[in-house]
T-cell receptor, first 111, second 116 residues
């Protein structure tokens, strides 16, 4: 099975940098996703890591260490609109490629 | 990115009735779609994997006779909540992967079901 842990809530200041951690224990691993979800809306894709290392995409970066079962999402130059829930999800090794989602981290950005 | 639609966006029904939710991939063909349920302030819980032309694969604890899934074409999957009860009230979201791209899932906008 899959076990995914993320902090429940985080608060940061506009313009700052925040790191959201995710640890996982899985029976099969085929990649890790980060999604952003605003309240009442569907999740949107942010990043996908399948190999170790850092993937940078604009203000957002994601890091993966498979040996440690660890990932983080780094958000730079925070904006008020970044206030949302951030979901870590692990893709399993089935052909369907289904993902198991963590409980999400609710990020609040304050002025 | 790829677009997934859901209909209806909101539905209110009486206890004991059945509700059908449609999930469509608009600009790609999806052999596999996923159905999730999300309760307030909780994460997505995978209910089932919908496979085009075959039976859906349900997650442990999800009643297949209560949540009927039909994936009749490469662009349409439906979830029918049968004999709905107030505890079935939730946010139902479908997703699909565009086989032309990566492994990320594209989510529909969700359906808010309220059972009175």
């Amino acid at each position: 099975g899959q076990n995914i842990d993320q902090p429940t809530e985080m608060t940061a200041t506009e313009g700052a940098i925040v790191q959201i951690n995710c640890t996982y224990q899985t029976s099969g691993f085929n990649g890790l996703f980060w999604y952003q979800q605003h309240a009442g809306e569907a999740p949107t894709f942010l990043s996908y890591n399948v190999l170790d290392g850092l993937e940078e995409k604009g203000r957002f970066s994601s890091f993966l260490s498979r040996s440690k079962g660890y990932s983080y999402l780094l958000l730079k130059e925070l904006q008020m609109k970044d206030s949302a829930s951030y979901l870590c999800a692990v893709r399993d090794t089935t052909n369907a490629g289904k993902s198991t989602f963590g409980d999400g981290t609710t990020l609040t950005v304050k002025p | 990115g790829a677009v997934v639609s859901q209909h209806p966006s909101r539905v209110i029904c009486k206890s004991g009735t059945s509700v059908k939710i449609e999930c469509r991939s608009l600009d790609f063909q999806a052999t596999t779609m996923f159905w999730y349920r999300q309760f307030p302030k909780q994460s997505l819980m995978l209910m089932a994997t919908s496979n085009e032309g075959s039976k859906a694969t349900y997650e442990q604890g999800v009643e297949k006779d209560k949540f009927l899934i039909n994936h009749a074409s490469l662009t349409l999957s439906t979830l029918t909540v049968t004999s709905a009860h107030p505890e079935d009230s939730s946010f139902y979201i479908c997703s699909a992967r565009d086989p032309r791209g990566g492994w990320e899932q594209f989510f529909g906008p969700g359906t808010r079901l309220t059972v009175l």
